[in-house]
Structure formats: structure tokens, C-alpha cells
């Protein structure tokens, strides 16, 4: 089992610029969630991670450079997330590499992430891959997460890492939907220890949860070490296990890092998957 460790994050790297998916670094999702308390690959949660790649280039038959920007859905149901690095060295294999279009490349990424977060599986499964081309750049849009900003509340704020104590919901009085949002996410890179930066969006019908709690847990993983998408089934459990909403997703976008973003998606229950559209700070 490969390990974070292991991978080229906060080690020297030599770009190569010929086309090379052997530099993919799958990396199993299941340690993670065995210390969230699911066993076996059982999970209350559906959803994807959204990934953009502003740096994607390779050259066309006649050697002119292309550029596309990339949008990536990965099944949360795959066995392995790919670790971030990894993606992006490989994404930089294509700068010397003739394709013959950009139909060519995307199937090219389709094929190789597919196989890296399925590996070992022994099932078939896909990852989604639209390219943008420039002439769709200025379709491209600028939105916040939708929902009542917690960040207005005037609070005391103590816990640094995950405290899922502060969680609380009311379930002496009827049963609320809202949705709720903060751009007081950090957390740090599970290896190098960078900082991580993003916004939350908590949808939920059930009892009603106590808002200033949850933005102190929210801000309680300022000094957590985890990836984006472990943070964020942390949160859902979080959430889940201590107020016991009768719906709950939940949706984080982080600001990029080396041309990535990464917007973990989770739900209780089978929905569309959020538009990947960015953020301000993305």
C-alpha cells in the first residue's frame, strides 16, 4: 500500500515534458476512513471530487502549443484520490508531446486517471474530464457558495484542531432545511505541513444545528494535518454522527496550488453534483 510518504510531495522533482502516467501517485482512501469508523468501504455518503487544471498544455501534430483549462470529477466510490503533486507532474508530461487533438488528450487523462483511482479494484470505473478550450475562457465564471454566512457571528474562537464536542443541534423543536457557508477553512497539507485555504458549504434538513458551534469546529481544523478531501468526510461524519441531520452534504473548495484546485463534494443522499464553478480566492 503506497503511502502519503512515499509520494514526491515536499521532495526535489524534475519536470518531464514527455508524456509519462507512470508519474500518478494513487493513494488509498481507506486509512483515513477506517479512523472516521468505516469499515469495508461502507459509507452515508455519495459525491466526487471537483478538480481544476489551469496548467494544461502539449503541442499539436505540427508542434504549436495548445493550452485548455481541465475540469476532473473523481468518484468519491474510488478506491484511491490521487495525491495532488503527482497530478500535476503528470499534467506537465504533456508540454512536449504531439497530439493529434484535443479529443486525443482528453481521452489520454480519461484513461490514465482512471486506471490510477481504480487500481487494484478489480472494477471497472470512470473519471470525467471536459477540456476548455481559450475560446470559452470568458464563459468561465467567478461565484460564491450560495448560503447564510456563520463568519458574521461575534465569538470566541479556542480549538485548533478537529473538536467535534462543539457540534450541537436542537432536537426539541421542528426540523429545519438550511444551507450554511464559511470561508473560514484551513487546514494543512497532510506531508509538507502548507497551509490550505477554502470555503464550506453545509446543506442540511433535520434538527436545527447550532451555528456558532459548527463555526468553531470549522475553524478548529486550522492546525489539521489532512488532505482536502479527508477534512472534508471528517466534517460530514463530524456532522452527521453528533447532530443527525436526515439529509446532509457537505462541499468545500479550496484555493489552488501549482495550477489545482480541489473541491471535495460529499451527500447523504443522490443528487447533481455542484457546478464547478470557482470561487473568488480560487
Known sequence: ???PEQSQLG?????????DASLLFPLPRSPKRIELGLQDGAAPFFGADLWTAYELSWLNERGKPQVALA???VPCETPHLIESKSLKLYLNSFNGTRFASL???RARIRADLSEAAWRGSGQAGGVGVRLIEPGHFDAQQVRELDGLLLDRLDLDCTHYTPAPELLAANHDEAPVTETL???LLKSNCLVTGQPDWGSVQIAYS????DQAGLLQYLVSFRNHNEFHEQCVERIFMDVWTRCRPLKLSVYARYTRRGGLDINPFRTSHPQPLPANVRTARQ
Open 1 to 3: 500500500m503506497q503511502t
Open 103 to 105: 479529443d486525443a488528450v
Open 71 to 73: 475540469h476532473l470529477t
Open 11 to 19: 521532495q526535489h522533482s524534475a519536470y518531464a515534458d514527455q508524456y
Open 181 to 183: 457557508v464559511s470561508h
Open 206 to 209: 433535520g434538527a436545527q444545528i
